[in-house]
């Protein structure tokens, strides 16, 4: 999709949005909710993830999480990058975002000042896609909720990224109470070797700060974040694999 | 509990220790012997980094030079003197030596030490300045370097007359570390025997029983002395200073940044307050702002004036239990450093002088000006200086120990901080029996109250002041490794 047929998207989809609160109030029933135009619609904790090819870095995933104060400030967050050929992992940042429009353009500064920007259309679900980031990565912005979430119990899971090729495939674990796998199967496809496991071993750990935890499949080490009470992001931290691994609780 | 590291409470509090033992100030650290307190091989990610294994840092006005302040920070822990020639720092890593001047932790200026290429060809570059981030990301300070100094070259002097030095040199640690760690697995009870209660090593005729660990090894050590100037702040003499070393993570946008994960304040503290293992890289990986909230509640309370558990539990109580015991006497333990009417009110005392983990120098008081407990351990840390015997010796007398009950201190423990000791004397917490005697009894008994440590080789009357490295074993002069008991 081009920026202009999103633009054209975007306003078509405002001015609906706006016969409809018209409407709906003139019935009686409750009006539906414009989010805000400024900065206070960016407000609270957010899970992001992106993944691209940079200029300078080279193909790379990111996932995180950050808090913003709703005036324009990113108060704390947590990422971790994975270039391919390194990973930087458990990455503090801070950061500042501003709003126009609808459209959240928010930088985030990692403890050694490097920033990454990105742009986010904001939606009402609160999840939104994330458009520019370090560049040109694509991804998404989830709202966090951390409260809830257990990390014990039985998760579905989809693989995506890249290894000695394309990696897709996908898979189910059960994690008890102490972080170890008792079940969990796995089948993938790594540039065109198709690969099944009935069993697979690994971990679940419990989240720190952040909604932010460790998480390994197979040997494959992997970060998470809480997303909500039943749905984790996880990215993996092993060199030379680039993996998004977006699990959901059954 | 909620502490903070700021100059009038830790001056208010320790100034009372500092005034108790100011009979120490004047110890002749020009003779610069040995100093012992070190991290060697502490913790999982470092064990298998030496090269930014941080064995110890140093920190003291320069003997020779009042106007100077005299950094040194060794790694390459036990590099043995046979292969000296395969020992040298890594031209990945950033070394850095941070300097906080406001009293908030926070490195306020730093000195930054890079290595050009591997072995002993390399060349140091030494950069100083203001940090452009602060905290355990790290990037390198732009502009050129204000020294550069050849890998086991002579000291070169650089801008604003600062001298560096790199290379191999003695490790000038100090410590009977073998039977401090028999005494902690439980297979020896002090350092030294007592009776046939107490099972330690028996008195040798020189009039020492202790055997230093680190004697016959050396290091590699990054030494730099630079004005005062250069790091002091402009509303006060003292300085914060720890030592760190990074390792870089992947570039991004063009940009090399610099993860810590090594670091190093006061001596041992790592080694006797965090626990073994993952914890220790946990500790190393931090930076000192945060450590009063991570590591108070593993320190534990001070004695006071005041009797906190009914049995006489407090600072001249403990005295008087340890003179009972014989422990305040040679040949079974040493003097006592602090008088028993020592008068302190604070139950956070150890907490304060420990933490955050950094060596606290005050730049106005002249070199070899200990003030022991006035900042901390002790002001800075001097190549010659006790620097375990004075840590045992202050904890013996102050922190606090659930004793069995009908002992002083053996009352309820209710919400006390103590460390554990209910089967005296096999104590559950062999910290306690690691700190009953004071001393390790490496030196004669005859110099215990000089509180220099007596390295096993002479440190040098100038910068950098730390002594040569032990030759080939069987050269002329040598002692060649000693056996270790």
Not at chain 1, 194 to 208: C, D, F, K, R, V
Not at chain 2, 109 to 122: L, P, Y
Not at chain 2, 200 to 223: E, H, K, L, Y
Not at chain 2, 434 to 461: C, E, H, M, R, W
């Amino acid at each position: 999709m081009t920026e202009i047929k999103r633009g054209v998207l975007v306003k078509s989809l405002g001015a609906s949005l706006l016969a409809l609160a018209l409407v709906a109030c003139g019935n009686g029933t409750p009006p539906v909710t414009l989010p805000p135009l400024g900065v206070s619609a960016l407000n609270g904790s957010y899970v992001f993830t992106a993944s691209g090819t940079s200029s300078s870095d080279g193909d790379y995933s990111v996932i995180g999480s950050f808090v913003t104060d709703g005036k324009g400030n990113i108060t704390s967050g947590v990422a971790d990058y994975n270039f391919g050929s390194g990973v930087d992992d458990n990455v503090p940042l801070t950061g500042t975002y501003t709003v126009s429009t609808g459209t959240a353009t928010v930088t985030l500064t990692d403890g050694g000042s490097v920033n990454d920007t990105f742009t986010t259309t904001l939606v009402n679900s609160g999840t939104g896609q994330v458009r520019g980031f370090d560049g040109t990565g694509t991804g998404t912005l989830y709202p966090q909720v951390t409260s809830g979430f257990t990390a014990p119990g039985t998760y579905s899971f989809s693989l995506a990224g890249e290894g000695d090729g394309v990696i897709s495939g996908s898979g189910e674990f059960t994690a008890a109470a102490t972080g170890p796998f008792t079940a969990g199967n796995l089948t993938f496809t790594d540039a065109q070797t198709a690969q099944s496991y009935a069993t697979i071993a690994g971990y679940l750990g419990t989240p720190e700060t952040g909604g932010r935890g460790f998480a390994n499949i197979e040997g494959n080490n992997l970060a998470y974040y809480v997303v909500g009470p039943n749905n984790i992001q996880m990215m993996g931290l092993d060199e030379r694999i680039l993996l998004n691994v977006p699990a959901q609780k059954q | 509990m909620k502490l903070s590291m700021n100059w009038t409470r830790a001056t208010v509090v320790l100034a009372m220790m500092a005034g108790t033992a100011a009979y120490l100030a004047l110890a002749p650290a020009k003779h610069m012997k040995k100093v012992y307190g070190s991290d060697h091989r502490e913790a999982p990610t470092v064990d298998g980094l030496p090269e930014g294994d941080i064995t110890d840092l140093y920190s003291f006005v320069d003997p020779a030079d009042s106007t100077k302040v005299d950094l040194i920070m060794n790694v390459n822990p036990f590099a043995e003197a046979a292969e000296g020639g395969s020992y040298a720092f890594s031209p990945d890593f950033l070394y850095q030596f941070k300097i906080d001047n406001t009293g908030d932790a926070r490195e306020d200026q730093v000195i930054q030490i890079k290595f050009d290429q591997a072995g002993q060809g390399q060349t140091a570059s030494f950069y100083i300045g203001t940090p452009t981030v602060t905290g355990a990301r790290n990037t390198l300070l732009p502009g050129t370097p204000a020294a550069t100094v050849k890998f086991n070259a002579a000291p070169a002097t650089g801008a604003n007359g600062m001298q560096v030095f790199v290379g191999l040199r003695d490790d000038p640690f100090v410590f009977d570390f073998a039977q401090f760690t028999r005494i902690l697995n439980g297979s020896q009870d002090l350092f030294r025997a007592v009776g046939s209660s107490f099972r330690g090593r028996p008195v040798r005729s020189d009039g020492t029983s202790g055997v230093d660990t680190f004697a016959g090894f050396n290091v590699t050590s990054i030494a730099v002395s630079v004005p005062k100037t250069l790091l002091q702040g402009t509303a006060s003499t003292k300085i914060n200073v720890w030592a760190t070393v990074s390792q870089p993570v992947p570039p991004r946008h063009g940009q090399t940044t610099y993860v810590q994960f090594e670091r190093q304040g006061q001596q041992a503290f790592s080694t006797i307050f965090i626990p073994s293992g993952a914890p220790r890289d946990a500790e190393n990986f931090e930076i000192p702002e945060h450590d009063v909230a991570n590591y108070s509640n593993l320190i534990p309370d001070a004695l006071t004036t005041t009797d906190n558990d009914g049995t006489g539990n407090t600072i001249a109580g403990r005295a008087a239990l340890l003179t009972a015991e014989g422990l305040t006497a040679l040949p079974n333990g040493a003097p006592l450093l602090l008088p028993s009417s020592f008068g302190n009110t604070s139950k956070d005392l150890l907490r304060i002088g420990l933490l955050p983990d950094v060596q606290r120098l005050d730049l106005s008081l002249p070199a070899g000006t200990l003030s022991i407990g006035q900042f901390g351990l002790q002001n800075g840390r001097p190549l010659d200086y006790s620097t375990i015997d004075v840590p045992l010796q202050l904890l013996r007398q102050l922190s606090d120990v659930h004793f069995p009950s009908g002992v002083t201190g053996g009352g309820p423990l209710g919400s006390r901080v103590a460390l554990g000791c209910l089967q005296f004397p096999q104590c559950e917490d062999r910290r306690v029996l690691v700190v009953l005697q004071g001393t390790q009894f490496i030196k004669p008994d005859a110099t215990i109250t000089n509180y220099l440590d007596g390295n096993d080789y002479p440190f040098l009357s100038a910068f950098p002041y730390i002594a040569t490295p032990h030759p080939l074993p069987g050269a002329a002069n040598t002692i060649d490794c000693p056996t270790q008991q």
